[in-house]
């Protein structure tokens, strides 16, 4: 997200950075339009938004009480025959 685009974006960039260092690794955070948003990293819902990074974090904490976000989502399986480790599986 970078406080360079906060800044001209006129949003309080400590305060972007702090709703980002709580809740960075369950929503993507951003700025656009001059406006702050979030998307939950497991997909589910909308965006959030708020002009301030205070409405923004209100709005976060009400969405992640409501349903939280897992802090590890799953990833999805490899494509191909290849294992995580790079060696061919055996198919039966």
Do not use: N
């Amino acid at each position: 997200m970078g406080g360079a685009a906060a800044s001209r974006a006129g949003i309080d960039a400590g305060a972007l950075e702090e709703v980002e260092f709580h809740w960075g690794s369950a929503y993507h955070l951003a700025v656009v339009d001059g406006v702050c948003t979030a998307r939950r990293r497991d997909g589910k819902g909308g965006t959030l938004t708020d002009p301030v990074p205070e409405g923004l974090h209100l709005q976060i904490v009400a969405d992640y009480r409501a349903d939280p976000v897992p802090r590890d989502p799953p990833r999805p399986a490899p494509s191909g025959d290849q294992a995580c480790d790079g060696r061919k599986q055996q198919v039966p």
